[in-house]
């Protein structure tokens, strides 16, 4: 069994991250994910059961299901060029979505001891800025304003977040296939060729004219 754990149990930290950083979680969310992580460390150890925790950094492509912040941005700029954010200088780890899936299967299929922690990312990071001006560039978008929503910020927010992922390449031979260029274009593709609409958007509302009497 591979659990799906996150890189928000060790909260703020500087540098790429290895599997040893200390847990510091500094939300909700991180908190639960990390008592799930445990619960599945303990259960490999103490019960054998053959479970290993992968701790994903951020992940994306076509077919999101929830507005993070890639699939919000490219949302946001096929309506104009005004994009409203929450904090712009937070920098994250991008990882193409058949990337996160190559590893997954390498991590379920390698020889892993029960309960250990593989960190899955791709060792770069950029800022939701940065990633404002890659969209809006393949996007045909210019003169892209950012304008800062108060109502999007986080209350506890992580400054930045780089996957050291030198366990996963060692264990699995997995190296990251698709650049986040190429993944971005591949994302934009995917949702003009949907009709411009995320599974999490509301369906456009339709209207039946009433037939006029004869």
């Known amino acids: 069994m591979v659990y799906a754990s996150t890189t928000e149990v060790y909260g703020d930290a500087e540098g790429a991250l290895d599997e040893s950083r200390p847990f510091a979680p500094v939300n909700t969310y991180a908190a639960t994910k990390l008592a799930a992580d445990r619960l599945c460390a303990t259960f490999g150890a103490e019960h054998g059961l053959p479970?290993?925790?992968a701790r994903l950094f951020n992940s994306y492509g076509p077919r999101a299901t929830h507005p993070y912040v890639i699939?919000?941005?490219v949302r946001?700029?096929?309506r104009g060029s005004v994009v409203r954010l929450?904090?712009?200088?937070a920098r994250r780890d991008f990882t193409y979505v058949e990337d996160v899936a190559r590893a997954l299967v390498g991590v379920l299929l390698a020889r892993v001891p029960d309960g250990d922690a593989i960190n899955v990312g791709s060792d770069v990071s950029f800022s939701v800025r940065e990633l404002v001006a890659i969209v809006a560039e393949l996007m045909g978008r210019a003169h892209v304003r950012i304008e800062v929503d108060p109502?999007?910020?986080?209350r506890r927010d992580v400054a930045g977040f780089r996957c050291d992922a030198r366990k996963l390449t060692t264990t699995t031979g997995w190296r990251p296939q698709v650049d986040l260029r190429a993944g971005l274009e591949a994302t934009i593709a995917w949702y003009r060729a949907?009709?411009?609409r995320w599974a999490w958007e509301a369906p456009p509302s339709s209207s039946v004219e009433a037939a006029s009497p004869q």
């Open 76 to 78: 946001q700029l096929a």
């Open 86 to 89: 929450g904090n712009v200088e």
């Open 71 to 73: 699939p919000e941005i």
């Open 151 to 154: 109502a999007r910020l986080r």
């Open 51 to 53: 479970i290993v925790i």
């Open 194 to 196: 949907h009709g411009e």
